[in-house]
């Protein structure tokens, strides 16, 4: 069975750091991409960004780029990511996806709740 | 990075068909067959209903069809049930190479 669970997350002052972590089972996880969705309270799905197989494939939404960075490690069977620069707007449940293009599954984390705020 | 514009919201009598629209651009919805759709109800992770425009996943009732025309996709619920009632959103993959999901369509079952 499929799962993945997040961690991590938690209150943070504005400007602060936070490191979200996925831990991955049920699957060859260095076969597939991956990646982040966040939705802010009452709000719509945001999607974050996302990681092909080997980490040599990464891409950003404009509203995070130069702020988050994602990685995994395979080994661990881990997808991370690094939150710098936080802002109130970054407050949301963040999931971990595995599948969100050109697959007849997609599996979704039970999302880490992160707020930024003083 | 816009966000796919649906309806705020749709609603539909139990037994009817309702129709949700998506609407993206040339570089999103109109130029990859890679349109999904996904159910979310209150608490929940989002499910997938619908992926590449129109094929259904494993175990996905065929009340739920998807289709596409230019820069517009539909998801179609037909035989509208009590259980379908929340919140729907669309997703395309783009040019940038990044995924973009629409603002989201409240559902309910009147």
């Known amino acids: 069975e499929v799962q993945l669970v997040e961690s991590g997350g938690g209150l943070v002052q504005p400007g602060g750091s936070l490191r979200l972590s996925c831990a991955a089972s049920?699957?060859?996880?260095?076969?597939?991409?991956m990646h982040w969705v966040r939705q802010a309270p009452g709000k719509g799905l945001i999607w974050v960004s996302r990681?092909?197989?080997?980490?040599?494939?990464?891409s950003y939404a404009d509203s995070v780029k130069g702020r988050f960075t994602i990685s995994r490690d395979n080994a661990k069977n881990t997808l991370y990511l690094q939150m710098n620069s936080l802002r109130a707007e970054d407050t949301a449940v963040y999931y971990c996806?595995?599948?969100?293009?050109?697959?007849?599954?997609?599996?979704w984390g039970q999302g880490t709740l992160v707020t930024v705020s003083s | 990075q816009s966000a796919l514009t649906q309806p705020a919201s749709v609603s539909g009598s139990p037994g009817q068909s309702i129709t949700i629209s998506c609407t993206g651009t040339s570089s999103d919805v109109g130029g990859y067959n890679y349109v999904s759709w996904y159910q979310q109800h209150p608490g929940k992770a989002p499910k997938l209903m619908i992926y590449?425009?129109?094929n259904r996943p494993s175990g996905v009732s065929n009340r739920f069809s998807g289709s596409k025309s230019g820069n517009t996709a539909s998801l179609t619920i037909s035989g509208l049930q009590a259980e379908d009632e929340g919140d729907y959103y669309c997703?395309?993959?783009?040019?940038?190479?990044?995924?973009?999901f629409g603002g989201g369509t409240k559902v309910t079952v009147l």
């Open positions: 990681i092909n197989s080997d980490g040599s494939h990464i």
């Open positions: 590449d425009v129109s």
């Open positions: 996806v595995r599948d969100l293009i050109a697959a007849a599954s997609s599996y």
């Open positions: 049920g699957f060859t996880f260095s076969s597939y991409w």
């Open positions: 997703s395309s993959y783009t040019s940038s190479s990044t995924v973009v």
